[in-house]
């Protein structure tokens, strides 16, 4: 049984374990009289032989060993040893405690689980919870020599209702030379699947929940046949038990009071009863004895676990939560603090002179200066985010020297995109200007007095290059390819490299001469007259070709062609594949620069929010930044022309679409 004492140490107070030490049941007198005995007897009989039966020169010897074996006793280091056994085997100790198994939760388990009202359910329920007890008894019985000297046999087991008679037929007969104890976990396992196939446990879910508890509970038994099995090694236990009497033995010699008229060192006093020595043999073999004690708290010592007790305990628990208690609560009723919201629980006299100390925090209380909480000033910092929205680059600075974030349309307008559409305009306006429309033809007869590809463009083209803004953002180089306006260029340089190649002889017509136009007017300028000053020649602008000193007149499209023997119709099927691969190319580009734009609207309602709200956004910008801003980039366009001309695109795109729809149909009808 376990000796417990803790409501005797439940307050502080003066003396409060000199109590304990009357007590016998438990205590270190009960276990370490017999060898306390022996070790005073002992010195006594050294003590009168050295005293009475000598004579003095066989007390001269004796005084000699004496001091011999008070110079070496300590040489032994028994604080050390005892000390790294007995912590060892009181964590044992505690580990073995913790393996014992216990049903609740399982039990509990069982019950929510295992459905029915039926008998058979209940039948099932209970015997579930039988096995649990069986395989605890089972393990008890064999590690336990209580529990053993209780159910020394299974026939004892029937007799107590834990095991029936068909159980424990199919028991003995099993060979298992490495043990039977775990045979009724199988058969709940078993029971468990068959519930689940009859239906009384409703989910695949809840019978994982109840096996993987189950197999908690097998894994508890299965340690304590584990500490049974594998004991503290014994040459650790035969150190310890040498060191001990070993020491002890030298204690009773060397500890002997001699003469104090021979003048030997440390014995200038002559006493009869040696109470330090006694202590000092106390506590070594006392320690000692505690290890021997709780090294297997499964036997019947006073402070090992009452075994017998958990087996009872549980088997009615089991029960009760399986079958009388299942389904069953007591009715619902409102509670004392169903209208208050804050409860408060009532004191007794006692417990209201309790001091209260509430988790508020150290801190709480702290009282702290008015003139030392004031915030001191910082510096405003702008983070730096992917999509690079700041710009460190000194073109993006105002006057005094302040960074600022700029338009989301000033990205499109400085991207390659932006650079591509400007070129396109300024080649329209002056398209318009000089001949008054956009002739097809013009542009090919032009494009045979440019020199051949890769060669080194003007500087006019380098010039333009150069005024590209050095601060477009990266993300804006991501939505816009720079590479598409180049794709589009040079799909137009191969549809006029096919006609010159072609130029000396007949070439037929191609249906698609409607696509060309309409790829024409798609590439328009989306955004005109950015710009006040005059723009460059198309030709400079578009092609980045050498100018040429020549003039060719406009020359009218004409309307067919004479049809020539060489294989015509791949060729104009290529091209017209090209062609619709440009328009595809720029609508979706277009649908990018939609989606951006709808962005910034989003944007601008959001920091417009802001502002009514009275906070600043995230988003926004100073107003002196955005004065600034607006003086610096007088010259580019507003949102809302943006949004005219993007109009203006896409009325262009959807031209462009029913010219190609046209082309396909006169090309159909031809062939």
Request: aromatic share 12%.
């Given at each position: 049984?376990?000796?417990?004492?803790?409501?005797?140490?439940?307050?502080?107070?003066?003396?409060?374990?000199?109590?304990?030490?009357?007590?016998?049941?438990?205590?270190?007198?009960?276990?370490?009289?017999?060898?306390?005995?022996?070790?005073?007897?002992?010195?006594?009989?050294?003590?009168?032989?050295?005293?009475?039966?000598?004579?003095d020169g066989q007390k001269r010897s004796f005084e000699h060993v004496v001091i011999y074996f008070e110079t070496f006793i300590d040489l032994i280091p028994l604080s050390f040893v005892l000390g790294f056994?007995?912590?060892?085997?009181?964590?044992?100790?505690?580990?073995?405690?913790?393996?014992?198994?216990?049903?609740?939760?399982?039990?509990?388990?069982?019950?929510?689980?295992?459905?029915?009202?039926?008998?058979?359910?209940?039948?099932?329920?209970?015997?579930?919870?039988?096995?649990?007890?069986?395989m605890q008894a089972l393990t008890c019985q064999s590690v336990s020599t209580s529990v053993k000297k209780r159910f020394p046999s299974t026939q004892h087991l029937v007799a107590s209702g834990i095991m029936?008679?068909?159980?424990?037929?199919?028991?003995?007969?099993?060979?298992?030379?490495?043990?039977?104890?775990?045979?009724?976990?199988?058969?709940?396992?078993?029971?468990?699947?068959?519930?689940?196939?009859?239906?009384?446990?409703?989910?695949?879910?809840?019978?994982?929940?109840?096996?993987?508890?189950?197999?908690?509970?097998?894994?508890?038994?299965?340690?304590?046949?584990?500490?049974?099995?594998?004991?503290?090694?014994?040459?650790?236990?035969?150190?310890?038990?040498?060191?001990?009497?070993?020491?002890?033995?030298?204690?009773?010699?060397?500890?002997?009071?001699?003469?104090?008229?021979?003048?030997?060192?440390?014995?200038?006093?002559?006493?009869?009863?040696?109470?330090?020595?006694?202590?000092?043999?106390?506590?070594?073999?006392?320690?000692?004895?505690?290890?021997?004690?709780?090294?297997?708290?499964?036997?019947?010592?006073?402070?090992?676990?009452?075994?017998?007790?958990?087996?009872?305990?549980?088997?009615?628990?089991?029960?009760?939560?399986?079958?009388?208690?299942?389904?069953?609560?007591?009715?619902?009723?409102?509670?004392?603090?169903?209208?208050?919201?804050?409860?408060?629980?009532?004191?007794?006299?006692?417990?209201?002179?309790?001091?209260?100390?509430?988790?508020?925090?150290?801190?709480?209380?702290?009282?702290?200066?008015?003139?030392?909480?004031?915030?001191?000033?910082?510096?405003?910092?702008?983070?730096?985010?992917?999509?690079?929205?700041?710009?460190?680059?000194?073109?993006?600075?105002?006057?005094?020297?302040?960074?600022?974030?700029?338009?989301?349309?000033?990205?499109?307008?400085?991207?390659?995109?932006?650079?591509?559409?400007?070129?396109?305009?300024?080649?329209?306006?002056?398209?318009?200007?000089?001949?008054?429309?956009?002739?097809?033809?013009?542009?090919?007869?032009?494009?045979?007095?440019?020199?051949?590809?890769?060669?080194?463009?003007?500087?006019?083209?380098?010039?333009?290059?150069?005024?590209?803004?050095?601060?477009?953002?990266?993300?804006?180089?991501?939505?816009?390819?720079?590479?598409?306006?180049?794709?589009?260029?040079?799909?137009s340089y191969d549809l006029q490299q096919a006609e010159t190649a072609h130029a000396n002889g007949p070439i037929t017509e191609c249906e698609g001469t409607g696509i060309v136009s309409a790829m024409a007017?798609?590439?328009?300028?989306?955004?005109?007259?950015?710009?006040?000053?005059?723009?460059?020649?198309?030709?400079?602008?578009?092609?980045?070709?050498?100018?040429?000193?020549?003039?060719?007149?406009?020359?009218?499209?004409?309307?067919?062609?004479?049809?020539?023997?060489?294989?015509?119709?791949?060729?104009?099927?290529?091209?017209?594949?090209?062609?619709?691969?440009?328009?595809?190319?720029?609508?979706?580009?277009?649908?990018?620069?939609?989606?951006?734009?709808?962005?910034?609207?989003?944007?601008?309602?959001?920091?417009?929010?802001?502002?009514?709200?009275?906070?600043?956004?995230?988003?926004?910008?100073?107003?002196?930044?955005?004065?600034?801003?607006?003086?610096?980039?007088?010259?580019?366009?507003?949102?809302?022309?943006?949004?005219?001309?993007?109009?203006?695109?896409?009325?262009?795109?959807?031209?462009?679409?029913?010219?190609?729809?046209?082309?396909?149909?006169?090309?159909?009808?031809?062939?």
């Open positions: 049984m376990t000796i417990t004492y803790s409501l005797d140490v439940a307050n502080t107070r003066f003396c409060g374990f000199t109590k304990l030490l009357g007590r016998w049941k438990g205590s270190i007198y009960k276990i370490l009289w017999k060898e306390f005995l022996v070790f005073i007897i002992g010195y006594v009989l050294l003590s009168i032989t050295y005293r009475i039966l000598l004579n056994y007995v912590s060892l085997v009181i964590g044992r100790w505690w580990n073995q405690f913790d393996a014992i198994p216990w049903p609740d939760r399982l039990c509990y388990m069982i019950a929510a689980y295992v459905h029915g009202a039926d008998e058979r359910s209940r039948m099932i329920r209970r015997t579930l919870g039988r096995y649990l007890i069986l029936t008679k068909e159980e424990r037929t199919v028991y003995e007969n099993l060979d298992a030379p490495y043990g039977k104890w775990w045979l009724p976990a199988v058969w709940f396992s078993a029971l468990v699947m068959r519930a689940k196939k009859e239906g009384r446990i409703k989910d695949s879910i809840l019978e994982d929940g109840l096996f993987r508890e189950f197999c908690l509970f097998r894994s508890a038994c299965g340690t304590m046949f584990n500490y049974d099995w594998i004991s503290v090694p014994l040459v650790y236990t035969q150190v310890v038990t040498l060191a001990t009497y070993t020491y002890s033995v030298a204690l009773m010699v060397g500890r002997q009071y001699l003469d104090p008229e021979q003048g030997y060192t440390n014995h200038q006093v002559d006493l009869y009863v040696p109470v330090f020595t006694l202590l000092q043999f106390f506590f070594y073999v006392g320690w000692l004895k505690v290890a021997e004690q709780i090294v297997n708290p499964y036997g019947e010592d006073d402070d090992d676990f009452e075994l017998n007790w958990c087996l009872d305990r549980n088997c009615q628990i089991v029960y009760l939560i399986v079958d009388h208690f299942h389904t069953k609560h007591p009715k619902l009723r409102k509670d004392i603090f169903w209208d208050e919201m804050l409860p408060q629980l009532p004191q007794t006299k006692i417990t209201a002179k309790n001091v209260v100390n509430p988790q508020l925090g150290s801190a709480f209380n702290l009282e702290v200066d008015p003139a030392d909480a004031e915030f001191l000033p910082m510096e405003t910092l702008l983070e730096e985010d992917n999509e690079a929205n700041v710009y460190s680059s000194d073109s993006m600075k105002h006057a005094n020297g302040v960074r600022y974030r700029p338009s989301f349309l000033m990205n499109i307008l400085n991207s390659n995109f932006g650079q591509s559409i400007r070129k396109r305009s300024m080649q329209k306006t002056d398209s318009f200007k000089d001949h008054g429309h956009v002739n097809p033809a013009y542009a090919v007869n032009m494009e045979r007095f440019a020199p051949p590809r890769g060669s080194t463009p003007t500087m006019s083209r380098k010039s333009s290059l150069a005024k590209k803004s050095p601060t477009h953002s990266r993300a804006s180089s991501i939505s816009f390819h720079p590479s598409s306006i180049s794709r589009h260029r040079h799909k007017a798609a590439m328009a300028p989306v955004v005109a007259n950015f710009e006040e000053k005059e723009a460059p020649n198309p030709m400079e602008v578009d092609t980045g070709y050498q100018k040429t000193e020549s003039y060719m007149p406009p020359i009218p499209e004409e309307p067919s062609r004479p049809i020539s023997m060489v294989n015509t119709e791949p060729q104009c099927q290529d091209l017209k594949t090209k062609q619709m691969d440009d328009v595809q190319n720029l609508v979706a580009e277009a649908s990018k620069v939609l989606e951006e734009l709808n962005r910034v609207v989003t944007s601008q309602g959001h920091r417009k929010d802001c502002a009514l709200k009275g906070y600043e956004s995230c988003c926004s910008l100073e107003i002196s930044e955005a004065s600034s801003e607006e003086d610096d980039n007088d010259s580019n366009p507003t949102s809302m022309d943006v949004y005219d001309n993007i109009d203006k695109s896409s009325a262009v795109i959807e031209m462009g679409k029913m010219h190609e729809e046209e082309d396909f149909t006169s090309h159909n009808s031809r062939a």
